[in-house]
């Protein structure tokens, strides 16, 4: 998750890389559905947070306990992240479900389950030690 400035020429939010000012945490989506909990569990170790955002799919949170303000370095760590357990790399800029939000997929029917968080732990991780669990099994 990161956060991004005002467009200076419009003075509206942007979420675009040239807005970029610090990655604070990183998210693994889909774990449950299409990406194993042990394997990600095996690489980045218990999640700071865990949100089911539809039935039995769930995005693990893992906050940062410094933000990353280098746009290349926040890039790679999450292009990394992704080669490890899917082609899906968005970069930056991509959004995640909030707690007490709805899915919104007409597949859940209507009104659309809630988003609600499963755990959470007070526990910041490092982007060091996420990248150092490789060797863990």
């Known amino acids: 998750v990161s956060i991004f400035s005002e467009d200076?020429?419009?003075g509206k939010p942007r979420?675009?890389?040239?807005?970029?000012?610090?990655?604070?945490?990183?998210?693994?989506?889909d774990v449950g559905t299409k990406l194993d909990s042990r394997a990600v569990r095996g690489k980045l170790g218990d999640p700071?947070?865990?949100i089911e955002t539809s039935p039995g799919n769930y995005q693990?949170?893992?906050?940062l306990t410094y933000p990353i303000t280098d746009l290349s370095v926040a890039n790679g760590l999450i292009v990394a992240l992704c080669?490890?357990?899917?082609?899906?790399?968005?970069?930056?800029?991509?959004?995640?479900?909030?707690?007490?939000?709805?899915?919104?997929?007409?597949?859940?029917g209507s009104p659309s389950p809630s988003i609600y968080i499963v755990s959470?732990?007070?526990r910041p991780n490092?982007?060091?030690?996420?990248?150092?669990?490789d060797s863990r099994g």
């Open 48 to 50: 700071t947070w865990r």
């Open 83 to 108: 080669a490890a357990f899917t082609g899906d790399v968005a970069g930056v800029n991509r959004l995640v479900r909030l707690p007490n939000g709805i899915n919104g997929k007409l597949k859940y």
């Open 120 to 122: 959470r732990v007070v």
């Open 60 to 63: 693990w949170g893992y906050k």
């Open 126 to 133: 490092t982007a060091s030690r996420s990248c150092d669990n």
């Open 8 to 10: 200076p020429t419009t």
């Open 15 to 29: 979420r675009s890389p040239e807005f970029f000012k610090g990655l604070y945490c990183l998210v693994v989506d």
